[in-house]
């Protein structure tokens, strides 16, 4: 008598399910904003349930936090010279923010984290640092040198996308890098 293994275990396929949801998290906030983007609405536009979600994030700022990560990625800086490599910095944070849903769940999880400590240190701790290290060893500066340029930026963007509704336009993103350079020539 021979036995026969199942070619998979038991139960639904559970690999790519984080890709899965972090498209259906940012084409949901991207068709209806942020505050209106639940997980319920993700994971009906995901195609799972929401204890399904819930089980790997506890939060809709955790998901959006993670699904952060996932869009921005890496750096991939650009550059000989320290001016360089932050006009590039800043034109691909600036290409990010403006990838549809990213924005949009950027200033959401952003604003969430002003009334909410725990969210505030999930957005500090898993997305800001890595960015915030990486541009301190790249340039050689400071903590609080780098963490100003990062509000500077990035704020300036989130705020022109909050009054807009739109990412902001080549020729403004060309005037902020022109705006900030001075500081690392």
Request: proline share 7%; with cysteine; glycine share 10%.
């Amino acid at each position: 008598m021979s036995s026969t293994t199942p070619a998979r275990p038991p139960g639904r396929p559970r690999s790519g399910i984080n890709a899965v949801v972090f498209a259906a998290t940012l084409s949901t906030v991207h068709e209806l904003g942020y505050a209106r983007a639940t997980v319920e609405r993700i994971a009906a536009a995901a195609g799972i349930a929401k204890t399904t979600i819930y089980r790997r994030w506890p939060t809709k700022g955790a998901l959006i936090v993670d699904c952060l990560l996932d869009a921005f990625g890496p750096v991939p800086l650009e550059g000989g010279s320290r001016a360089e490599i932050m006009s590039f910095a800043i034109r691909w944070v600036a290409g990010k923010i403006g990838e549809p849903g990213v924005g949009d769940a950027f200033a959401g999880v952003f604003s969430d984290a002003v009334s909410d400590p725990e969210l505030r240190e999930i957005l500090s701790s898993r997305f800001q640092d890595p960015y915030r290290i990486m541009l301190q060893d790249v340039l050689g500066e400071p903590e609080h040198v780098v963490l100003f340029y990062i509000d500077v930026i990035v704020g300036t963007l989130l705020h022109r996308l909050g009054m807009t509704g739109e990412p902001m336009v080549d020729a403004d993103v060309d005037a902020l890098v022109e705006l900030v350079l001075p500081a690392f020539r």
